[in-house]
């Protein structure tokens, strides 16, 4: 038998060689690590189901950033534990809120560094769902939007970089983008949760955020998981409205949709490894199972692979380290 004359080891004989030949980089330039914001001070309590993720408070912030900077991470986005929930979520657009709090520290301490916000109301209702409901227990869409933008512009205000709408409601970049603009926050980015799923890998990031829904499901408003095309036609929507980014959210499960939505829009695209991805892989290197190490970066490397340029990934301190490492 005749060997072709292509033999594809001859690029993988070495390390050197197969760095050189490498199609795809991973570098703590592209991750943006989650943090989670609660009230008091000198609070770090270890959240249970994410092994190493913490809820901070605000005094805490700045060591927090400083690791983050010494890391080569650019950026966070921000979640809040507010001090009271209410039907209305009030606490998610009040300008003393958690979030606004927690991004004038950030910017106090360090002007420069990239602060993202989440933007929704789960966190901060007292049922539990990304809006207001009326008496069926249904997300009322076009009132949510006001809430939504009017948190929007809270946090433009308090010197947040970007904001990232993850409610899934009908037309909310766009209620967000005008809501900006008319303040004055033309040039604060919008990153969408464009193609978000009504998931199962959600949980351990209830416990992180207590934003679990006291009744019923986010089905409503989150995208059924079987479903690609309906995906594409959201991130277009999106895009339409005024978006800079969009986000495929779970990543592991949806590698397709990330490289389908990079593919067909061309558009900055993040990719959220999320909370049971990372529960997942904590616990079965806890157990000696997998090689934690290998294992996240080899995961990191496929979102980029499949064509992510961000990577929201609570990963990201470990990953950074490693890379650093060689």
């Known amino acids: 038998m005749q060997f072709p004359q292509y033999r594809p080891r001859r690029l993988r004989a070495n390390e050197t060689i197969r760095s050189m030949v490498r199609e795809t980089s991973l570098s ?17 309590d270890e959240v249970g189901s994410m092994p190493g993720v913490h809820q901070l408070s605000v005094d ?37 809120g958690i979030v606004q709090q927690a991004i004038r520290a950030i910017k106090a301490h360090a002007p420069d560094f990239y602060v993202i916000t989440d933007v929704c109301m789960c966190e901060y209702t007292d049922h539990g769902h990304c809006g207001v409901l009326d008496d069926s227990g249904c997300v009322i ?35 967000i983008r005008a809501a900006l603009d008319a303040e004055g926050f033309e040039n604060v980015p919008i990153m969408a949760y464009s193609v978000k799923y009504a998931s199962g890998y959600y ?16 089905k409503q408003y989150q995208m059924d998981p079987a479903n690609a095309l309906e995906g594409l036609r959201e991130a277009a929507l999106d895009i339409e409205e005024g978006a800079d980014l969009v986000m495929v959210k779970p990543a592991l499960a949806y590698m397709d949709m990330i490289r ?67």
Do not use: C, Q
């Open 141 to 175: 869409n076009d009132v949510t939007l006001e809430l939504l933008a009017k948190e929007a512009v809270t946090h433009a205000e308090a010197g947040a970089d970007m904001v990232a709408p993850s409610d899934m409601m009908d037309g909310r970049v766009g209620a």
């Open 28 to 44: 703590p330039v592209d991750f943006i690590y989650p943090l989670f914001v609660k009230p008091g001070e000198g609070k770090r």
């Open 60 to 96: 805490m912030l700045p060591g927090e950033i400083d690791e983050l900077k010494a890391l080569g991470i650019p950026a966070v986005i921000l979640f809040g534990l507010p001090s009271v929930k209410d039907a209305a979520g009030s606490e998610a657009y009040d300008p003393e």
């Open 203 to 218: 949980g351990p990031f209830r416990d992180a955020a207590d934003s679990a829904p006291t009744f019923g499901d986010r």
């Open 260 to 326: 389908r939505v990079k593919d067909e829009f061309g558009y900055p695209t993040a990719a959220y490894n999320v909370s049971g991805e990372y529960a997942m892989v904590k616990a079965a290197a806890a157990n000696g199972w997998i090689d934690e190490k290998r294992v996240v970066l080899e995961t990191l490397t496929g979102f980029k692979r499949a064509g992510a340029d961000l990577i929201l990934t609570y990963h990201a301190k470990d990953a950074a380290k490693w890379l650093s490492e060689g």
